[in-house]
T-cell receptor, first 110, second 114 residues
Framework: TQLLEQSPQFLSIQEGENLTVYCNSSSVFSSLQWYRQEPGEGPVLLVTVVTGGEVKKLKRLTFQFGDARKDSSLHITAAQPGDTGLYLCAGAGSQGNLIFGKGTKLSVKP | DAGVIQSPRHEVTEMGQEVTLRCKPISGHDYLFWYRQTMMRGLELLIYFNNNVPIDDSGMPEDRFSAKMPNASFSTLKIQPSEPRDSAVYFC????????????FGDGTRLSIL
């Protein structure tokens, strides 16, 4: 069974701080996606990483796919209150579906 | 562009009643997914369709749950009879292609069974 473990489960920080959240698995994934979900809304895709070792940047967000394609990380520099939300990673499943982790709930206080 | 549209946004009903959730996917998307989200279990895949055909319904919790996709622009998820443990946020998502392709989510239906 393909599983994705995300850590930490909860994270509360002050505006301006840096943070990293993790997405780990014992399985290899052909690609991983990161989504952000705000309260009362559905998840919205941030990025897809495909190649082992790949690094993608989206403004203050940096995404990395592990060399072995079993893990990924999301680093946020100088977090802002607008970054608050649930961050979900998802891997391509073997049945044409996506397998989601349980997410990291981030709260950035002004 | 119109996104995935779900209705209703909120539903409160009593145990034993039939509940029908509706979804209109993005035009041109050939995959449609139904998910359930709770604090305890996170986002769980219930069932998904490809070109209106159910591909995998192994996530459907019980026979009380059923889903249909009569055409490319409409899908329903039905619970009959409903139970309090069905209370959750139900999401519909659509996408082009399988596996690693992005999914576009609706804003969900918050279901409360009393």
């Amino acid at each position: 069974t393909q599983l994705l473990e995300q850590s930490p489960q909860f994270l509360s920080i002050q505006e301006g701080e840096n943070l990293t959240v993790y997405c780990n698995s014992s399985s290899v994934f052909s690609s991983l996606q990161w989504y952000r979900q705000e309260p009362g809304e559905g998840p919205v895709l941030l990025v897809t990483v495909v190649t082992g070792g790949e690094v993608k940047k989206l403004k203050r967000l940096t995404f990395q796919f592990g060399d072995a394609r079993k893990d990924s990380s999301l680093h946020i520099t100088a977090a802002q209150p607008g970054d608050t939300g649930l961050y979900l990673c998802a891997g391509a499943g073997s049945q044409g579906n996506l397998i989601f982790g349980k997410g990291t709930k981030l709260s950035v206080k002004p | 562009d119109a996104g995935v549209i779900q209705s209703p946004r909120h539903e409160v009903t009593e145990m034993g009643q039939e509940v029908t959730l509706r979804c209109k996917p993005i035009s041109g998307h050939d995959y449609l997914f139904w998910y359930r989200q709770t604090m305890m279990r996170g986002l769980e895949l219930l069932i998904y369709f490809n070109n209106n055909v159910p591909i995998d319904d192994s996530g459907m919790p019980e026979d009380r749950f059923s889903a249909k996709m009569p055409n490319a622009s409409f899908s329903t998820l039905k619970i009959q009879p409903s139970e309090p443990r069905d209370s959750a946020v139900y999401f519909c998502a659509s996408g082009r292609g399988a596996g690693g392709q992005p999914q576009h989510f609706g804003d969900g239906t918050r279901l409360s069974i009393l």
